[in-house]
């Protein structure tokens, strides 16, 4: 009972401490999951990223529920994304009750042109962590290059770039390219 309750602490604070979105999170779920508490190897970390990416839903909660999951199997995955979803739940609930009244004063705009910059640098601090772990190879590279311009210059829908880049990645492994 002890660990379902640090996974729902753990989460909650990832949920009440961090803004932007799953991708700003991303960060955030890292430090506490792989380094501080050692519950996942990063690789496991970023796997979780991929299917919580192709998976319906927010991607931190998608993590959190894989985390919660592999700690303490179904409850740990219940309370590890009722933790995550907690905090949401209530801050939204009191900036929607008080939002229409505060939406318009100067200090509220520039507050969240801030929240907006620090989202950026957040989501771009995630991008290159990730990025380091994963385009690693000169194969990885070309699809990281190819799946860019696609995701950039084309009407491809990002749930079929991911599900192509995994067919790429099963194929090279099939036909002995390296793991990563």
Same mark, same amino acid.
């Given at each position: 009972?002890?660990?379902?309750?640090?996974?729902?602490?753990?989460?909650?604070?990832?949920?009440?401490?961090?803004?932007?979105?799953?991708?700003?999170?991303?960060?955030?779920?890292?430090?506490?999951?792989?380094?501080?508490?050692?519950?996942?190897?990063?690789?496991?970390?970023?796997?979780?990223?991929?299917?919580?990416?192709?998976?319906?839903?927010?991607?931190?909660?998608?993590?959190?529920?894989? =985390?919660?999951?592999?700690?303490?199997?179904?409850?740990?995955? +219940? &309370?590890?994304?009722?933790? #995550?979803?907690?905090? *949401?739940? $209530?801050?939204?609930?009191?900036?929607?009750?008080?939002?229409?009244?505060?939406?318009?004063?100067?200090?509220?705009?520039?507050?969240?042109?801030?929240?907006?910059?620090?989202?950026?640098?957040?989501?771009?601090?995630?991008?290159?962590?990730?990025?380091?772990?994963?385009? =690693?190879?000169?194969?990885?590279?070309?699809?990281?290059?190819? +799946? &860019?311009?696609?995701?950039? #210059?084309?009407?491809? *829908?990002? $749930?079929?770039?991911?599900?192509?880049?995994?067919?790429?990645?099963?194929?090279?492994?099939?036909?002995?390219?390296?793991?990563?």
């Amino acid at each position: 009972m002890k660990e379902l309750m640090e996974l729902f602490w753990v989460f909650a604070q990832i949920g009440v401490g961090t803004f932007g979105g799953g991708y700003a999170m991303l960060p955030m779920l890292q430090r506490e999951v792989v380094d501080k508490r050692g519950w996942a190897t990063e690789e496991e970390v970023m796997d979780y990223y991929a299917i919580g990416q192709c998976t319906p839903g927010i991607i931190a909660i998608n993590t959190a529920t894989f =985390v919660g999951y592999k700690r303490k199997g179904l409850s740990g995955g +219940i &309370l590890a994304s009722l933790g #995550f979803l907690f905090p *949401s739940i $209530v801050i939204i609930t009191l900036i929607a009750a008080f939002m229409q009244n505060f939406a318009e004063l100067t200090v509220v705009s520039r507050a969240f042109s801030g929240i907006r910059i620090c989202v950026c640098a957040l989501i771009l601090d995630a991008v290159l962590r990730l990025g380091k772990k994963s385009v =690693v190879n000169a194969v990885s590279v070309v699809i990281f290059a190819v +799946i &860019l311009l696609l995701s950039l #210059f084309s009407p491809i *829908s990002t $749930v079929w770039l991911v599900i192509g880049a995994g067919v790429c990645g099963y194929v090279i492994y099939l036909t002995g390219g390296k793991k990563k």
